[in-house]
């Protein structure tokens, strides 16, 4: 696709901005009655495709505020046009619901030059199909639906895992560095996740992320199941090294270790993370941001399902920290 098609595909979301805004009186009421350090989200499409009854069930069902964008109608948020996008806002003020954060694929691609990365897909993930050279269109865009749907943050990667990173690390470092000056130059805040097929994956791996990039656009979004599912003990041993004022973002999901070897995903609670332990230190080290559901379990028999039982579990363990 060329720049000018991308940018004709996508639309603008100039248009889409002049709606009144997504908090409301049922928000307000939800926000002031949830008790606990924590903003309480879930991914939207992880619960169905049919944007309104994912909607729905957070907000009525499992009686949250907020949720992440993602995908709708099997559309990738990045390729939402004008359309979209305020159907996506009726909705959410329909339900009362804010938006945690803007989770898009940016740099998830092949690094320019380097070997391909053995987890480049050859299919596209969650509707995004975006080439390298389109990555700063993607970052513009991003930070007009992020200021539309009234957030902070934007999520994004740093590129497929690579066999041997030490040749290209200092140049993917600076890519992330000139997004993230990019982003904060437009008021917005990138949240970097650790994520299993990209370069950095674990919490270790994301400290020293965060040290070669000091940028204040750039931010974790920390993921101890992605942490995890690499091997790593997320917490306590991911967390302790991770500079826990540059925490934007955490996403929440568990797993179980494989016979074998190797790890599969699990609902929240039936895992081998320590999630009691690492809501209690995120409220002790006064993280007051987002703790979103990415179910990623599908056991339940469908997403809405193991979502709901996820969500269950989650629940127990966030009040065992009062959120």
């Not at 009726?90 to 380097?114: C, M, N």
């Not at 568990?254 to 993370?273: C, H, L, Q, S």
């Amino acid at each position: 696709m060329t720049r000018r098609g991308f940018l004709a595909g996508v639309g603008a979301a100039a248009a889409a901005s002049s709606l009144r805004p997504l908090a409301g009186a049922a928000f307000a009421r939800r926000l002031a009655a949830a008790a606990g350090p924590f903003k309480v989200s879930v991914l939207t499409d992880e619960i169905s495709q049919d944007f309104a009854h994912a909607c729905e069930i957070a907000a009525k069902e499992f009686g949250l505020g907020y949720v992440e964008l993602r995908a709708m109608h099997d559309k990738n948020v990045m390729k939402w046009d004008d359309t979209d996008v305020a159907e996506a806002r009726g909705i959410l003020e329909k339900f009362g619901l804010q938006v945690s954060e803007i989770a898009s694929p940016i740099f998830k691609a092949d690094w320019p030059g380097a070997p391909k990365s053995k987890f480049s897909p050859k299919q596209p993930e969650f509707g995004a199909d975006f080439t390298e050279r389109q990555q700063d269109d993607l970052i513009d865009r991003a930070c007009e639906l992020a200021k539309t749907f009234k957030t902070p943050y934007v999520r994004i990667f740093d590129f497929w895992r690579l066999e041997d990173q030490a040749p290209y690390r200092a140049a993917i470092d600076d890519r992330v560095r000139k997004a993230a000056a990019r982003a904060a130059s437009k008021g917005i805040t990138l949240t970097l996740e650790n994520e299993p097929s990209c370069n950095t994956a674990t919490g270790v791996e994301a400290a020293r992320l965060l040290k070669a990039v000091n940028e204040k656009g750039l931010m974790l979004n920390w993921d101890p199941g992605n942490a995890a599912s690499r091997g790593e003990v997320a917490y306590p041993d991911g967390y302790a090294g991770l500079p826990k004022n540059r925490i934007g973002h955490v996403h929440c999901k568990d797993v179980v270790r494989k016979e074998g070897g190797g790890t599969a995903w699990a609902p929240m609670g039936k895992g081998i993370i320590d999630w009691a332990g690492q809501f209690k230190a995120l409220a002790k080290d006064g993280y007051r941001g987002a703790v979103s559901l990415e179910t990623h379990w599908h056991g339940g028999g469908t997403p809405e399902e193991s979502s709901r039982q996820s969500m269950a579990g989650m629940k127990q363990l966030l009040a065992q920290v009062g959120s």
